[in-house]
C-alpha cells in the first residue's frame, strides 16, 4: 500500500535559520503531494500541494518540490520564524482511489 | 464561509460503553472523510464518502465502527463498544470533489478518551 515517511523529530531552530523536513513516499500511480500545517491549539491546515512532477507549491515562504525520481517532497523555508513552530504533515493522495495517506508529522520549535 | 464542524470537542467515555460524533462539512462539499489520529502518529483514513455512497472504508474496523451520511451533508461515526486503543482524535475533512487535487479542510476535532 502507499506510505508517507517524513523525518524524525522534534527540530528545534533559531529564528532565521534555513529549515528542510524530508519527506519520501510509496504509491502506485501518480499521487497528489501535499503539506500541512497544525499550529498549536488549531486544526490541520493545507501548507502546500503538487499535483504532477516537477510542480513545486509555496505559501508563506515554504516550498516544496515533488520529485518523482527520488520520490520525495521535502519541505523547505529560507529564514523561519518563531511564529512557524508547529506540527507539520506530508501527505499524498493516490490517483487510483483518491485515498490519503499521512506521515506521522515532525514537530518544528523554532526559538528567538 | 464556515469551516469543518464537529462536535462534541471532548468525550471521555469507559470501555464496551457506545459514542457518536457528529460532522457538518462546508455547504457545497461533496467529499466527507473521518481520520483518527492516535497521539505521536498522523491521521489514519477511517472512511470517505462521496456524497451518500461510501467509497473506501477498507481501515474502518467495522465491527464496532460504523458511519453513515444521510442526504449526503452531516455525518456521523458510531464507536460500540469501545476500546482503549480507540483513545484518539477524531477529524472530520471534507473536499469539494475526491480527486487527487483537491484540498481536504479540517475540522478541529473530537479528542475521545476511553477509561
Known amino acids: 500500500g502507499d506510505s508517507v515517511t517524513q523525518m524524525e523529530g522534534p527540530v528545534t531552530l533559531s529564528e532565521e535559520a534555513f529549515l528542510t523536513i524530508n519527506c519520501t513516499y510509496t504509491a502506485t500511480g501518480y499521487p497528489s503531494l501535499f503539506w500541512y500545517v497544525q499550529y498549536p491549539g488549531e486544526g490541520l491546515q493545507l501548507l502546500l500541494k503538487?499535483?504532477?512532477?516537477?510542480d513545486k507549491g509555496s505559501n508563506k515562504g515554504f516550498e516544496a518540490t515533488y520529485r518523482k525520481e527520488t520520490t520525495s517532497f521535502h519541505l523547505e523555508k529560507g529564514s523561519v520564524q518563531v511564529s512557524d513552530s508547529a506540527v507539520y504533515f506530508c501527505?499524498?493522495?493516490?490517483?487510483?482511489?483518491?485515498?490519503?495517506?499521512f506521515g506521522d508529522g515532525t514537530t518544528l520549535t523554532v526559538k528567538p | 464561509e464556515a469551516g469543518v464542524a464537529q462536535s462534541p470537542r471532548y468525550k471521555i467515555i469507559e470501555k464496551r460503553q457506545s459514542v457518536a460524533f457528529w460532522c457538518n462539512p462546508i455547504?457545497?462539499?461533496?467529499?466527507l472523510y473521518w481520520y483518527q489520529q492516535i497521539l505521536g502518529q498522523g491521521p489514519k483514513l477511517l472512511i470517505q464518502f462521496q456524497n451518500n455512497g461510501v467509497v473506501d472504508d477498507s481501515q474502518l474496523p467495522k465491527d464496532r465502527f460504523s458511519a453513515e451520511r444521510l442526504k449526503g451533508v452531516d455525518s456521523t461515526l458510531k464507536i460500540q463498544p469501545a476500546k482503549l486503543e480507540d483513545s484518539a482524535v477524531y477529524l472530520c475533512a471534507s473536499s469539494r470533489a475526491g480527486g487527487p487535487g483537491n484540498t481536504q479542510y479540517f475540522g478541529p476535532g473530537t479528542r475521545l478518551t476511553v477509561l
Open positions: 501527505a499524498l493522495i493516490n490517483t487510483n482511489a483518491g485515498k490519503s495517506t
Open positions: 503538487a499535483t504532477k512532477a516537477d
Open positions: 455547504s457545497g462539499h461533496a467529499t
